[in-house]
């Protein structure tokens, strides 16, 4: 069912909300949080991706591109898990998880250097 | 304390109208919209009915944030001045009153109207289901919507995509799919598969966050989600 349902109350004034006001973001969830981080990080990687891909030596350029990939693959993983039926009450505790098994995984990462 | 609280009519602009009002302790918004109404401007148009936070008509986004104003403290509010509007996603009718149709049509677009089916009869007249049983302990917290419309409201992806029905259609939709004395179940699956109703929600939970009776919309679109899934490969009910 791909056409577009009828819509009834086009026309009628309706307030949105203004994703540029201070009021909108003031009591942001957690949820919501994670999923827009996600998306920043996936928008990062593309431009990381590219420079990797020009310099793959340059070490500031792999530090971006570990951290990114961290960041949004372990999001992921949070989004996956609730997906297969974790309550979605344990989104801040995901949400922390995802953080912090991050940060811990790529100072592990940065201090091994591998080559 | 100042309450910005937002004006519009029909043919008028709208606008944030200031008042001030003395909190007393244990005031509410609502207290406060009313005192207003009653002393200093009768123009005031906002809804209500029960008072004590049970019907889900006084709705409404308080600083931002998706409220019954009924139970709201201003002590518990930031101090500067509360704004208070409508909610989001509704056409206005006046004021801080909207239009609550486009959730029943959007309930009614998903299907989610029970259909007697063949179990919903038994020796003694309508089939019950027991409080203690599995299959209502799956439903028990989200048959308890009100429909306020806060979840409606807070959801960014009811503001991106208007086809897509909002948490509080779908969170009915599965109770119904999880009552086995309903008859619809593949209809309704149907109706769910279609574009734009499944797959749109991110579970980012704001629906969750607001929600006055503490029901998880995002679990039940999950759960909706996981039996469509399920379902492609043949296995799990409708
Ligand atoms: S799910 Fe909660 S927030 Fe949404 S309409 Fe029902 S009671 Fe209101
Ligand atoms: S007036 Fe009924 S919930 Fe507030």
Redesign the interface.
Known sequence: ??A??A???RG??????RMG?G?????T????W??LLQRVAAIGLVAVIAAHLKNPFARPVQAALLALVLFHGLLGVR?IL????L???W?RLLFLLALLVGVAAFAAFWRWRWY | MVLKV?R?S?GSR?RLQKYWVKARQGMTVLDALVELQRNSDATLAFRYACRVGMCGSCAMVV???ERWACRTLLSNLARGPV?V????????IRDLVV?M??IK?KML?MKAVFVPGRRAMDGDGFAQIGSRTRERRAIDAAIECIGCGMCV?AC?MV?HD??FPGPAALNRVFTLQRDSRDGAHADRSQAVL??DVLTRC?????C??VCPMEI?P??SI??L??RAVLRLFGIGPR
């Open positions: 069912m791909s577009r349902r819509e009834p109350f009628r004034k309706m307030l949105t909300r006001s009021e909108a973001w003031r009591d969830k957690v949820g919501m994670a999923w989004t609730l997906d297969f039926g309550p979605a009450r989104h | 937002f519009w029909p709208e600083n931002g944030r704004t509007r409508p909610l989001y996603q509704f056409p206005l239009d149709a486009p049509n677009e409201s960014t503001s208007p086809n279609a574009e991110h579970g980012q939970a704001n969750t966050a998880s995002t679990d999950l759960a989600r996981r």
